[in-house]
């Protein structure tokens, strides 16, 4: 409806100066707005006297990406998240909030003048609880099902980037599903992953939440269980719009990096994944290239819309995850052996197999993980095992 801006120090009472602040009553009045949102975050006596000059709703950044999260949040999980991050951020300035509300009721207040601060701040605790043991169950059968992901020897790949770059399209041309895509923000709030499979491999891949600029502590604390996806993987996809000027692609990479980083996953291996090449001519994918080539990792041009590389994609995907090692091990012919040979023709590549009188010799090839646990049961049945190569 309108926009108003200011550079100054911070006003005490209302974050922008006196005269500014008529300025925006007056705003408000003429185009009949019925919020206001502040870019920078508000302290609650700022929030409430803004709220009284304008007689209308104030927030501020972290608020309004709050609302934004509220509205695209389709699962249980996410849903908890949310009502988690808002009241922890309630909690923070209840007492205040309560107090200046025995004063009058301004928009966005709620009427809590009815309140005591203690018990206002003890419910919103109780809420607090209960939110949290939900979501730990939650996390707990998460983790209970990245355990069995490693226990069959499936390498993880994480989609990660900045809101509305392309993940979700790009998910659904790699697996072929039908994740929601949307041009607003935050259209993926909840990680879904899927078993993808190309040149003899299958891999588990994760669309993950959207990144975005000054994203608050307290979402990425909420988000976390979410989030840790992202660090678990074996191998983050960094999905880029191309498509936009390149001081904002230079900007948006920047803040998808410091974002890995925060969440202790920066040294994970990654592949840039330069979505939207199907809307440049050559020359910009080019003069884009040359800006970004000291700042992104193995670059991929792709359009996950059009499908445009995304076997150049699979091709870097294998180089980069071919870590297979080759191993061999001779076993005692026995009841359980049979069954134990079976499982490992379909965990590993067997390369040569001989059953010599007494005992089975065989030759594979197979992940580290799936190697480890041949080694370990091939121990269990008083067989030998030699130490996996590097199949390179």
Known sequence: MGTLEQTRPPDARYQIGAGKVEELANLVKDTDANKVIFDNSLRMIQNYNLAKATKVEVIDRFQLILEIFARRATTTEAQLQIQLATLQNELKHARE?????????????????????????????????????????????RILQRERRTELGFLSISLAGYTSAGKSTLFNALTEADNLVDRSLFTTLSTTTRIIEFSNRKFLLTDTVGFIDRLPIALIEAFHSTLEETIYSDLIILVIDLNEPLEVIEKKTNICQDTINRLDAGNIPQITALNKMDKLNPEEIQQKLDALKNKIQNPILLSAKKHTNLDVLKTQIVKMLENYVQGSFSVPLTGEVMPFISWVHEKAEVKKEEFLGDHAEVKFEANPQIAEQIRRKVEKFNGTYTQPINGQ
Not at 117 to 141: F, P
């Open 97 to 141: 909030k309560v107090r200046l509300c025995r004063g009058s009721e301004q928009p966005g207040f709620m009427g809590l003048g009815v309140y005591e601060a203690d018990i206002y701040r003890d419910a919103i605790k109780l809420q607090v609880q209960t939110i949290l043991k939900k979501l730990t169950t939650i996390r707990t059968k």
